[in-house]
């Protein structure tokens, strides 16, 4: 049981007012904790696990799974994400391609890109907690709009044979940082 997951939005927080526990970093995530951006907390009794959970970071593809970046233009020039291998042009069109067929198997199923794709990591593991971020309410909402979507064996199938590990083109992030990527 992973408990709750609240979100607040705007300025200072006074999480007693709320009924919140402060945050801890086991239980505390947050989108660079600035002031008018979402916070999520969540709460995990790990007494009840035989293990630790694992954490999906970055499960929407750093926003390619949204449908919300269809070029490299869309990103502004101080994006971060431009100097990644799988948002540069030798790497996009492949990207964007797997990005579109998310997108055809979500219109098929009635949700949003975003919540198949977390419906399949919450699917294949329920101690996987995935940290898609988010600057919006609206987007948290639809995020959240994941735990309502199914899938069946066979989907996941169609899924996981769609997608392989290497399907991606580029590395996760640039030279340098995959040093430190342990998996």
Request: proline share 7%; aromatic share 6%.
């Amino acid at each position: 049981n992973l408990g709750s997951v609240t979100y607040l939005v705007g300025g200072s927080l006074n999480w007693t007012d709320r009924g919140l526990d402060p945050p801890n970093p086991t239980t505390y995530v947050n989108d660079k904790a600035q002031q008018g951006r979402v916070f999520a907390k969540v709460d995990v009794d790990l007494n009840d696990r035989d293990m630790a959970s694992a954490v999906a970071y970055s499960p929407l593809g750093r926003g390619f799974l949204t449908g919300a970046i269809r070029a490299p233009e869309d990103l502004a020039e101080d994006d971060n994400r431009r100097r990644h291998p799988r948002f540069a042009a030798a790497n996009f069109a492949r990207n964007l391609a797997l990005a579109d067929h998310v997108r055809e198997l979500a219109r098929r199923k009635g949700c949003t890109p975003a919540q198949l794709a977390l419906a399949w990591l919450l699917a294949r593991d329920p101690q996987l907690v995935p940290i898609p971020g988010t600057r919006s309410r609206a987007r948290l909402e639809e995020n959240l709009g994941a735990i309502k979507v199914v899938l069946d064996a066979a989907e996941l199938a169609a899924i996981d044979a769609a997608f392989p590990p290497d399907a991606a083109a580029g590395t996760r992030y640039p030279e340098g940082m995959m040093k430190f990527v342990n998996s």
